[in-house]
């Protein structure tokens, strides 16, 4: 059976989406971008500040929870409170992260247990709560938001890059084991994206203020940085009807291949 193809800005129609982390950057634009598709979308951020302000622009088709992630207890809670809310849940977005900086040896404990705890720990455990739901529906869809980091990582982002990794490798291992059930588990490894804590974070580094327009083509090659709408365009694709075979892919939205790469040597 071929499924009717939506029509545009209705691609995600009455579909009810759980997005961790979107009070800002990335997550705020899948978010968004969800609502003007269709879709009921509840916004989570670990302070009520931070995303109450979107729904109350967005209005009755977004609502809001609140949890650290680094809380063991706050997974199962949000995915109830999503259902409890809006009667069901279709799709989970696993979208915040921490993305702690430092090699091997600046990362001590502490450091290593919170990333571990946000990047791949809560991911898993919010699948975990969500599965009972799917399959009360015959189905449902989970979208990992990764990193290009996850094939090796930069240097300065040992931990980070190695929760990415293992994130990848739960997505594929998920898509195979429940894919029966009608669940399909997919990742978008994200590249280098302009939000605006990116665009803070390097000009407390010593950027100047217009570093963005700035950038040699070996980084960007088109010209400009991925933006959140570029990922939240093809989030909709991975939870809308149009990919209802696709499981277990892994899409690398980058402006330049991983592997063989060969930059273009400017000075």
């Given at each position: 059976?071929?499924?009717?193809?939506?029509?545009?800005?209705?691609?995600?129609?009455?579909?009810?989406?759980?997005?961790?982390?979107?009070?800002?950057?990335?997550?705020?634009?899948?978010?968004?971008?969800?609502?003007?598709?269709?879709?009921?979308?509840?916004?989570?951020?670990?302070?009520?500040?931070?995303?109450?302000?979107?729904?109350?622009?967005?209005?009755?088709?977004?609502?809001?929870?609140?949890?650290?992630?680094?809380?063991p207890?706050?997974?199962?809670?949000?995915?109830?409170?999503?259902?409890?809310?809006?009667?069901?849940?279709?799709?989970?977005?696993?979208?915040?992260?921490?993305?702690?900086?430092?090699?091997?040896?600046?990362?001590?404990?502490e450091a290593?247990?919170?990333?571990?705890?946000?990047?791949?720990?809560?991911?898993?455990?919010?699948?975990?709560?969500a599965?009972?739901?799917?399959?009360?529906?015959?189905?449902?869809?989970?979208?990992?938001?990764?990193?290009?980091?996850?094939?090796?990582?930069e240097?300065?982002?040992?931990?980070?890059?190695?929760?990415k990794?293992?994130?990848?490798?739960?997505?594929?291992?998920l898509?195979?084991?429940?894919?029966?059930?009608?669940?399909?588990?997919?990742?978008?490894?994200?590249?280098?994206?302009?939000?605006?804590?990116?665009?803070?974070?390097?000009?407390?580094?010593?950027?100047?203020?217009?570093?963005?327009?700035?950038?040699?083509?070996?980084?960007?090659?088109?010209?400009?940085?991925?933006?959140?709408?570029?990922?939240?365009?093809?989030?909709?694709?991975?939870?809308?009807?149009?990919?209802?075979?696709?499981?277990?892919?892994?899409?690398?939205?980058?402006?330049?291949?991983?592997?063989?790469?060969?930059?273009?040597?400017?000075?």
């Amino acid at each position: 059976m071929t499924l009717p193809v939506a029509s545009a800005g209705a691609r995600l129609k009455d579909k009810i989406i759980l997005v961790t982390g979107s009070a800002t950057g990335i997550g705020e634009g899948m978010a968004r971008r969800f609502v003007r598709e269709g879709a009921r979308v509840m916004f989570h951020d670990r302070r009520d500040d931070a995303v109450a302000a979107h729904v109350l622009q967005l209005g009755e088709n977004s609502s809001y929870v609140t949890g650290d992630l680094e809380n063991p207890e706050v997974p199962a809670r949000i995915i109830e409170q999503t259902v409890a809310h809006f009667g069901r849940l279709d799709a989970l977005v696993n979208n915040a992260a921490v993305m702690t900086r430092g090699r091997i040896e600046d990362t001590d404990e502490e450091a290593f247990d919170r990333t571990v705890a946000i990047d791949l720990k809560a991911p898993f455990f919010l699948i975990r709560s969500a599965l009972p739901h799917f399959r009360k529906q015959g189905g449902g869809r989970i979208l990992n938001i990764g990193s290009m980091n996850a094939y090796c990582g930069e240097n300065s982002m040992c931990i980070y890059s190695v929760c990415k990794g293992a994130l990848m490798t739960l997505t594929r291992n998920l898509a195979d084991a429940h894919a029966a059930e009608g669940i399909r588990v997919n990742q978008i490894n994200v590249g280098w994206t302009l939000t605006p804590n990116e665009r803070a974070l390097k000009q407390s580094e010593g950027l100047p203020e217009d570093w963005p327009s700035r950038l040699p083509t070996a980084f960007a090659p088109a010209g400009r940085l991925l933006s959140p709408d570029d990922i939240a365009a093809a989030a909709v694709y991975f939870l809308s009807d149009e990919a209802h075979l696709v499981n277990g892919a892994v899409l690398d939205l980058e402006q330049y291949p991983m592997i063989g790469r060969n930059p273009t040597k400017e000075f």
